[in-house]
């Protein structure tokens, strides 16, 4: 299974809120998962990114939190800002080759 | 450094007719992938290359070419578009995973297609 699974599709969360979006998969052929951020009419960027051997990472208001055991994945955004307001994908690659899978897409908006 | 560029920004076509997305970036990346992104899907790999002269079929190849001349430029040609492919498309490039954490991938702005 080479799936990732990204829940929810959409959130709306008030300005100094705590956004979480999350992301599971079947493969632990997946090596590294990235999250990108994408703005209307740009292509995603990336946001912050984790190894299977780390837990959390942290940068900033980002963090992604990592359980290797459940398969799962998640950004965490604290204190959201309505410039956060954008499109998160999460993502996996395949160890030992390029490809990358990525998650639905999950839409926030962030109110002020 | 333009990073990753990609034209033309939008396209309509009438189905049957081709077309050729082009892709250039300036960072010397040995990676470089075409993506199709459709609401509600996410982004799903068509081709990719590893390098010049390399290139190998993602998850939906079906209806595009793609050739790999240069480092530079990744090409994605439609043969006889259909309305499905009505798309946005995105073009991204990245360092050769033999170096050591190097996994960021780049995007491109994306063109939008259109067809009818």
């Known amino acids: 299974q080479q799936q990732v699974k990204q829940s929810p599709q959409s959130l709306i969360v008030q300005k100094g809120g705590i956004s979480i979006i999350n992301c599971a998969y079947e493969n632990t052929a997946f090596d590294y998962f990235p999250w990108y951020q994408q703005f209307p009419g740009k292509g995603p960027a990336l946001l912050i990114a984790i190894r299977p051997d780390v837990s959390e990472k942290k940068e900033g208001r980002f963090t992604i939190s990592f359980n290797k055991s459940a398969k799962q994945f998640s950004l965490h955004i604290m204190d959201s800002q309505p410039g956060d307001s954008a499109t998160y994908f999460c993502a996996a690659n395949l160890s030992g080759t390029y490809k990358y899978i990525f998650g639905t897409g999950t839409r926030l908006k962030v109110l002020a | 450094n333009a990073g990753v560029t990609q034209t033309p920004k939008f396209q309509v076509l009438k189905t049957g007719q081709s077309m050729t997305l082009q892709c250039a970036q300036d960072?010397?990346?040995?990676?470089m992938s075409w993506y199709r992104q459709d609401p509600g899907m996410g982004l799903r790999l068509i081709h990719y290359s590893v390098g010049a002269g390399i290139t190998d079929q993602g998850e939906v190849p079906n209806g595009y070419n793609v050739s790999r001349s240069t480092t530079e430029d990744f090409p994605l040609r439609l043969l006889s578009a259909a309305p499905s492919q009505t798309s946005v498309y995105f073009c991204?490039?990245?360092?050769?995973?033999?170096?050591?954490?190097?996994?960021?991938?780049?995007f491109g702005p994306g063109t939008r297609l259109t067809v009818t």
């Open positions: 960072m010397n990346h040995e990676y």
């Open positions: 991204a490039s990245s360092y050769s995973r033999r170096l050591a954490g190097a996994y960021e991938q780049y």
